[in-house]
């Protein structure tokens, strides 16, 4: 696992632009961890798995595989996150976006952590994993689904949150390419690589504020051949409440 030892204003905020995408899964072969487990939640109220990591780092490679594997599960919703913070060590991740670094550091302030570290997943908001521990993290899927958020919905271009317990929750619009993109990467700690990925995040939007009661939300324009996933979550950087692919 690779930590670092930062505040949010002095990371490097850079990326660049380069990959391939092929239908299926592929790549350095299967994790030593331990096998990936049949849906044990409910498809209705999907568990987020965000796995945050980095091309440039040689750490995260056997997480994107053990995520990778959590795509076709319906009672999952896994998103990969490219922090920037490593784009110093040669190689500037190609997907990596400052929104989704300061998203990570959202969750360590919220839980009280002086450090963000690849690759780092974080389970519904709330529990914080090592990525390439498959059995601790099918443990933590396992253990955070939740019934009893509002119900997600959509339809002619609004997304619509059920009535609730009142709180005061963000409401995010998750793009992601469901795709196996593969990234040769070639320079930094994992040149000579190629890296697959699945599921990774393109676009994060904050929607509007949910208090409790029934509301909608227009959709913001979806870039072609992306899926949707809709997350209520209450505070910054805390737990998600209800979520749903639409």
């Excluded at 920037?84 to 989704?100: C, E, I, M, Q």
């Excluded at 914080?128 to 271009?157: C, D, F, M, Q, Y």
């Excluded at 996933?229 to 209800?242: D, E, H, R, T």
């Amino acid at each position: 696992m690779r930590i670092l030892l930062a505040t949010s204003t002095a990371l490097l905020l850079a990326a660049c632009s380069g990959a391939t995408a092929s239908p299926a899964p592929s790549g350095e072969g299967a994790s030593a961890a331990a096998p990936a487990v049949a849906s044990v939640g409910d498809p209705a109220h999907p568990v987020v798995v965000e796995l945050y990591q980095s091309q440039g780092c040689s750490s995260c490679p056997p997480a994107d595989r053990v995520v990778n594997k959590l795509a076709d599960r319906a009672d999952v919703i896994p998103l990969s996150f490219a922090v920037t913070y490593w784009d110093n060590l040669g190689w500037k991740d190609v997907f990596g976006s400052p929104a989704y670094t300061a998203r990570q550091w959202d969750y360590a302030h919220f839980a009280g952590r002086a450090q963000v570290a690849t690759p780092q997943v974080i389970v519904n908001g709330r529990d914080a994993v090592l990525g390439s521990r498959e059995g601790e993290l099918n443990a933590a899927i396992a253990r955070n689904v939740v019934k009893t958020g509002p119900a997600i919905t959509s339809a002619a271009g609004k997304v619509t949150v059920g009535a609730g317990k009142a709180t005061n929750a963000t409401v995010w619009v998750v793009r992601y390419d469901p795709r196996t993109i593969d990234v040769a990467i070639q320079a930094g700690e994992n040149g000579g690589r190629t890296i697959p990925h699945r599921n990774i995040v393109k676009q994060l939007v904050n929607v509007g504020q949910w208090s409790g009661k029934a509301a909608s939300f227009a959709l913001p324009v979806a870039p072609a051949g992306l899926k949707t996933a809709v997350l209520v979550q209450n505070g910054k950087g805390g737990p998600i409440i209800s979520a749903a692919k639409i």
